[in-house]
């Protein structure tokens, strides 16, 4: 099964990398995902815009 789209505001590998568990299935008992890791050490380089705020 596919990721849902991703939403606004959010990370596209991370919300990819949460839904599709076919891309961790290569990784051994108690091994974490290098692109993962890496975005919680760096953060997410990339964000879906979200649409403009019309409060004000």
């Known amino acids: 099964m596919a990721a849902p ?5 959010q990370c596209p590998q ?3 990398h ?3 568990k076919s ?3 290569r990784l051994g008992p108690r091994e974490d995902c290098p ?3 890496d975005h919680m ?3 997410c380089p990339h964000l879906v815009p979200k ?4 409060w004000w």
């Open 5 to 9: 789209e991703t939403p606004p505001g």
């Open 23 to 25: 891309i961790h299935r």
């Open 14 to 16: 991370c919300w990819q």
């Open 51 to 54: 649409k403009p705020s019309r």
């Open 41 to 43: 050490r760096n953060g």
């Open 35 to 37: 692109q993962c890791v």
């Open 18 to 20: 949460a839904y599709d």
